[in-house]
């Protein structure tokens, strides 16, 4: 049935055409809300379709890594909540979360888009450090760009809490926003193949089928900023030219919901 | 004599009460409390007579005898294999229900393996809910190719229609093979183009299930979708 569920997607691939009556490389509907948390110092509310997925800042006052001493810090942590998807567990973070931080952590410190010497407060003793969460509300597929555009839209939103040098007011939000590099801001778009099809946006029958997804992390200008790999079947280089080719074409349209 | 506190086909709340007096009986989603009828779920309420019944609108399948599920086998046993029915209870099919004589020592995945989708009669749900499957009966087989989608199970009786009018009409206008089963599971084979016509139009039955005259906008619906003319076969 497994085999047969697969050529019934493949027939459709063949045809131009997704289970949803999409096109091989059209997302859903995309909606951003940005501030939704009364808390958290930025926040970012992301449905692509069914799939819902927020994201949250905080920042603290900490000490600087030794190798960076002038430098803020950033942590990004995902957590798939079990009542997102069936087959997510409760517990420590599985697999599939640390991968998912990791990715859109690696497009945002790759692409620079966060000035952190701008985060440092005393060299040496005191910086910034950012902390990032994503949280899972519905999983009907492609968390991975639902995720990255939530955690860009949050880090739009922080507005700094008000420092005396001794204590952080998170009563109290200044007017000033975190040091982003909009030029650099980093898209995130996920091509996944399936037989010999690239398809974006899979809902979540497809993604049980995918081989192979390759997330395309690109700045304003068309510059890769971040890859990351995936699924069980290889990659040739044709297929990465073409799915690279996918995603900066799609972080144009994603782009404008930042 | 009893007195009604509610009409009939009000939207009533899980502990509502929706009678006084002896004279009513409470039925499902309802129950007793001294002299007193109060509902037990979120549902529409559903006068007959004397008995008082609460529909539910939403929720998930409560398995019934009698009903024809969509199942997905999810485990083999020694003698039998374990059925996702898309409930809060798995069902079990037994060696001896399934569709042909199956011996002894034989392989079982050969018939029916982990993954497949079956369509299923449910013949006995226990007192614990233990819910036996059959495989035994007319149109009872596994399923080949197409797809499954997932629907609201309450909407169930309105996507069949009456009689089957509602699905016929589907299927005739599509020409995609369609099985709804009791669960809310759907199973739907054709052409890509048709199928998402079909999906879309259960999509559509499914939101305006509680609004009338739901047959004629599916069908003005469908030859919209599909260009042609519909004729309703009428049902008495």
Redesign the interface.
């Known amino acids: ?2 085999k ?2 697969t ?2 997607i493949l ?2 691939l063949e ?1 131009g ?1 997704r ?3 999409r096109k091989l490389d059209e997302y859903r509907q995309i909606k951003v809300e940005k501030g939704f948390s009364e808390n958290a110092e930025g926040s970012a509310r992301v449905t692509i379709g069914d799939t819902i997925v927020f994201a949250g800042v905080k920042l603290s006052v900490g000490e600087p890594y030794p190798d960076t001493p002038n430098e803020g810090t950033m942590m990004i942590n995902a957590e798939l909540m079990p009542l997102s998807n069936p087959d997510f567990e409760p517990g420590p973070p599985a697999i599939q979360a640390i991968e998912l931080a990791r990715v859109v952590d690696r497009g945002i410190r790759e692409s620079g888009t966060i000035d952190t010497k701008k985060l440092c407060i005393k060299k040496e003793e005191k910086v910034w450090s950012i902390l990032i969460d994503i949280c899972t509300v519905n999983d009907d597929g492609n968390l991975f760009d639902a995720s990255a555009l939530a955690v860009l839209a949050a880090l739009q939103d922080t507005k700094m809490p008000s420092y005396n040098g001794k204590i952080v007011d998170y009563k109290k939000k200044t007017k000033d926003t975190l040091p982003l590099n909009l030029k650099k801001i980093p898209t995130s778009c996920t091509v996944s193949k399936i037989g010999n099809h690239f398809i974006v946006d899979p809902v979540h ?1 497809e993604e049980e089928k995918v081989e192979a997804r390759l997330t395309v992390e690109v700045e304003e200008d068309g510059t890769l900023c971040a890859l990351q790999k995936g699924g069980d079947k290889p990659l040739t280089a044709e297929d990465i030219d073409n799915m690279v080719g996918i995603g900066i074409e799609k972080s144009k349209e994603l782009r404008k919901f930042l | 004599m009893g007195k009604l506190l509610v009409e009939d086909k009000t939207i009533v709340t899980p502990g509502e009460e929706l009678a006084e007096g002896m004279d009513f009986l409470p039925a499902e989603g309802t129950f007793r409390d001294k002299d007193k009828i109060i509902s037990s779920g979120l549902g529409l309420v559903n006068i007959n007579g004397r008995v008082i019944k609460t529909i539910p609108v939403a929720g998930r399948y409560a398995p019934k005898k009698g009903d024809v599920i969509i199942a997905k086998v999810t485990n083999i046993l020694m003698s039998g294999w374990i059925l996702d029915i898309d409930s809060a209870y798995s069902a079990v099919l037994s060696v001896k229900e399934a569709k042909d004589f199956i011996r002894r020592d034989a392989d079982l995945t050969k018939y029916y ?1 982990i ?3 079956i369509v299923t009669d449910v013949v006995m749900v226990t007192s614990q809910r233990l819910v036996d499957a059959s495989m035994k009966g007319p149109g009872m087989r596994k ?5 499954i989608i997932k629907v609201n199970t309450h909407k169930v009786p309105r996507i069949i229609g009456k009689k089957g009018s509602m699905v016929s009409m589907i299927k005739n206008a599509t020409g995609c093979n369609i099985l709804v089963g009791q669960n809310g599971l759907v199973w739907i084979n054709g052409s ?2 048709n ?2 016509i079909v ?2 139009t259960i999509k559509k039955i499914e939101q305006e299930a509680h609004i009338g005259g739901l047959t004629d906008r599916i069908k003005t619906f469908l030859e919209k979708e599909t260009n042609k003319k519909i004729n309703i076969e009428k049902v008495e």
């Open positions: 049935m497994d047969e569920q050529n019934h027939n459709f045809k055409i289970f949803d009556g029958e | 393996n993954g497949d989708y399923l080949i190719g197409g797809r890509p183009e199928e998402i999906v879309k």
